[in-house]
């Protein structure tokens, strides 16, 4: 089951990557940006696979950017999961604090950044912070919504039998939950990428975020654009792990039987 799973999720994959790689080609020459700049996949293929530093130079940086973005990433899904929970269980609490995240959330990151490191630091703390608001806002209205889209029947007949809105939320909501639940995490997973990269820029200065603009600044374009290709990369595979895991759970709470 898993790997028809598997190959129902990433076979659609394929088409899409060549896709991607044909219109960035065929931009660059519609365009006529000179190959100075714009490289093209076969000059990027050709800087990754030429030298082991340039691929040290590459990778190294992306493993940083990955530490961020799962940290970006986990922070962000659990805060947006517990207060979810708790705009649930206790409207006072949305009431409360909906307006200030709708306020915090108007603010654009960039600019929130410098204050972000000051108060966080430049170190993990500080990238899970940044990475973590990335992902927290669209996360928390998605969870809360599918929180809240749970059976009113099954939900009275818990309550009949002397269950708490703590069991609702436990053997009904919860599994109601799911679809949102990776739904948000499908959307934070590019998400917290943008968020590590900002972070890196702005912040740690270390990653594929800082090595864009050092490259940029040393005209060696072949290295952007294999920072570019290889984080563009890891987003869509982790975009497919995560759909993937969500087939896997989704089947584990569905009625239906798997094949």
Avoid: C
Avoid at 14 to 39: D, M, N, R
Avoid at 82 to 91: E, G, S, T
Avoid at 124 to 149: K, Q, Y
């Amino acid at each position: 089951m898993i790997g028809r799973i598997v190959l129902r999720i990433v076979g659609p994959l394929a088409p899409s990557v060549v896709i991607v790689v044909a219109a960035w080609w065929l931009a660059l020459e519609a365009f006529g940006i000179s190959p100075l700049v714009g490289k093209r996949p076969p000059q990027v293929w050709e800087y990754l696979t030429s030298s082991q530093e340039h691929r040290d130079a590459v990778f190294g940086a992306l493993g940083i950017t990955i530490r961020d973005a799962a940290t970006g990433f986990v922070s962000g899904m659990v805060a947006a999961g517990v207060v979810a929970v708790l705009f649930v269980l206790f409207r006072t609490v949305e009431q409360t604090f909906m307006p200030v995240a709708m306020l915090l959330r108007s603010v654009p990151l960039v600019v929130m950044t410098p204050l972000i490191t000051l108060i966080f630091g430049r170190e993990l703390l500080g990238v899970a912070v940044i990475g973590g608001i990335v992902v927290f806002f669209p996360a928390l209205v998605n969870i809360a919504f599918g929180l809240r889209s749970a059976s009113p029947q099954a939900t009275d007949l818990i309550m009949a039998y002397g269950g708490t809105r703590m069991t609702v939320l436990r053997k009904v909501a919860v599994p109601t939950a799911m679809p949102s639940v990776f739904a948000s995490a499908r959307i934070s997973v590019p998400a917290s990428i943008i968020g590590a990269l900002i972070a890196e820029w702005l912040a740690t200065g270390k990653g594929i975020g800082a090595e864009i603009l050092r490259a940029i600044g040393g005209f060696r374009y072949d290295e952007v654009w294999a920072d570019i290709v290889v984080v563009t990369g890891v987003s869509i595979l982790a975009y497919a792990a995560v759909g993937v895991v969500e087939a896997l759970v989704l089947a584990r709470f569905s009625d239906r039987p798997q094949d």
